[in-house]
Each structure stands twice: as C-alpha cells, then as structure tokens.
C-alpha cells in the first residue's frame, strides 16, 4: 500500500470527520472508497481517443484564385445592378 499526502479544505475536511465518525470509517478509508468509485464510475477509455481536427469545409463547386476574388466580386455585383433595371 502507498502512503500519500492530500489537502482538503477545511470545511471539507470537518464534513468528512464528522461523517467518517458517524459510520466507524476513517479518513483513510473514506478516501479509498471514494477513489473507487470515482474510477468506476469513470472507466478508462478501451481505445485510444482519435487526434482532434479541424472540421473541413464543403466550398461548393466554385473555385475561384485568391488573388481573383476581388474581380470576381466586383463582376458579381456589376451583373446584379444590371439585372435590377
């Protein structure tokens, strides 16, 4: 068994006390089964999560250079003004 060291508020620290002397168990104990529950209740994952990546994005079929983009905007927009008429 290891030994080991742990700081607790106090206030937490005389809730557990106080309950631990209720029902006969020691801080020690308290704290072992609290561990193995909280592991139970959070099991370790049987795979390995996959690596986290940016979602891409669907851009449609229009493929338009960067460096074109404000000619096509600007055709865009003179094509609209036309249409209005």
């Known amino acids: 068994m290891t030994?080991?060291?742990i700081q607790l508020p106090d206030e937490l620290y005389d809730r557990a006390k106080r309950?631990?002397?209720?029902r006969?168990?020691?801080?020690a104990e308290m704290t072992r089964r609290g561990l193995e529950m909280f592991l139970a209740?959070?099991?370790e994952a049987t795979r390995p999560r996959r690596k986290w990546q940016l979602p891409r994005a669907n851009g449609g079929?229009?493929?338009v250079p960067l460096g074109?983009?404000?000619d096509v905007a600007a055709e865009?927009?003179?094509g609209r003004s036309l249409r209005r008429k």
Request: net charge positive.
């Open 3 to 5: 030994r080991t060291q």
């Open 19 to 22: 309950f631990g002397s209720a």
């Open 24 to 27: 006969e168990l020691s801080l």
């Open 41 to 43: 209740r959070f099991p």
């Open 61 to 63: 079929g229009i493929k």
């Open 68 to 70: 074109r983009l404000h």
């Open 76 to 78: 865009e927009e003179s």
